[in-house]
């Protein structure tokens, strides 16, 4: 007999006497069924979760948000930095070299570039988490993984509460990209090294929305 039949002829005796299925626990967390609604309690800790991953969140009202993006990118020395396809043309207005990802660019360009802009799909207030689905203005995943710098751009009523209410929002059909803050991993030693697997400096705009 071979170890596999050997396996399978014991699960087949522990199993013999059951004949229903056992029912499975559904009493973990489910979401919140907020309404998209802004919650500014919900706000102030996305802000403070983002934070704690070394990423820094700029906050600003919908009609700073061209003159948001300008000084932060200036901040970066940031001049050349990729605008995905859907990205809102009033944000971008002030950046001094757009590039565009049409065709797409190769992977040395977006080695080479400043860094990359883009909306979300959402955002996580327990996780500081930002979700990107390949929408408009966010591009492929290509994007916010190749260039050293990242400037996401987030509205305040997409922020949702946590990652039961991010499922219930987005489409698992679509690519999804889960970034909490920069990338950062450690190796045998626990020395902690950031920007291995996606941009070493990551900011956050959030574009504030009178609470309902």
């Not at 009202?61 to 993006?69: I, S």
Request: glycine share 6%; aromatic share 4%.
């Amino acid at each position: 007999m071979s170890a596999r039949s050997d396996i399978l002829a014991r699960i087949a005796r522990a199993t013999a006497d059951l004949t229903t299925a056992p029912s499975i626990p559904r009493d973990y967390r489910d979401a919140d069924g907020d309404t998209g609604a802004v919650n500014a309690s919900l706000v102030d800790q996305f802000d403070e979760r983002v934070s704690d991953y070394k990423a820094t969140v700029h906050r600003c009202a919908p009609d700073r948000v061209a003159a948001t993006v300008s000084a932060v990118l200036a901040a970066h020395n940031a001049r050349r930095v990729v605008v995905p396809a859907g990205f809102p043309a009033e944000w971008s207005s002030q950046i001094a070299e757009p590039l565009r990802d049409e065709p797409p660019l190769e992977i040395g360009v977006l080695d080479t570039v400043d860094g990359v802009i883009t909306t979300c799909a959402l955002g996580i207030a327990v996780t500081g988490t930002i979700v990107l689905d390949a929408g408009d203005g966010q591009g492929r995943r290509a994007l916010s993984l190749v260039p050293d710098y990242h400037l996401a751009i987030i509205r305040s009523d997409q922020i949702v509460s946590g990652v039961p209410d991010a499922i219930a929002h987005l489409d698992p059909t679509r690519p999804l990209t889960w970034i909490s803050g920069p990338s950062a991993t450690s190796d045998i030693e626990l020395n902690r090294v950031e920007g291995v697997h996606g941009p070493r400096t990551l900011d956050v705009i959030v574009v504030e929305a009178k609470p309902v």
